[in-house]
């Protein structure tokens, strides 16, 4: 997926042109948020979880709570997250990850209609 973004345009230290916030500044905030240690899930984040040699369980955020998904080998996990962006992973060895940017910049625009 190549996507060209012509951000420059329409954002400024994360304010449209109107001053207020974007949407974009704020995906890009919670982005940030995460590296520093502050994580909170949105919708569409997921963890992985072994339940045993070779088979991860795989759980996804709906913006509300987590709800648990599949069971799939370790070959498929990695497949799954390969695109995602790393989050981190809890002591009781949950592996969070999130879709990446360009993903959920191309679902807003889809929900929107608008090509930013």
């Known amino acids: 997926m190549n996507h060209r973004l012509p951000f420059s345009y329409l954002w400024f230290n994360g304010r449209n042109r ?8 704020k995906v890009l905030a919670n982005f940030g948020a995460c590296q520093q240690g502050e994580y909170q899930p949105i919708a569409d984040d997921i963890y992985i979880q072994a339940v045993r040699a070779g088979r991860f369980n795989v759980h996804w955020h709906d913006g509300q709570v987590w709800q648990q998904l599949i069971s799939i080998s370790e070959q498929e996990a990695q497949a799954l997250v390969a695109p995602m962006q790393f989050i981190g992973e809890s002591k009781s060895k949950r592996q969070y990850y999130r879709p990446a940017i360009a993903d959920v910049i191309e679902r807003i625009e889809e929900a929107s209609g608008r090509v930013f």
Do not use: D, E, R, T
């Open 18 to 25: 109107s001053g207020k916030n974007s949407l974009f500044a």
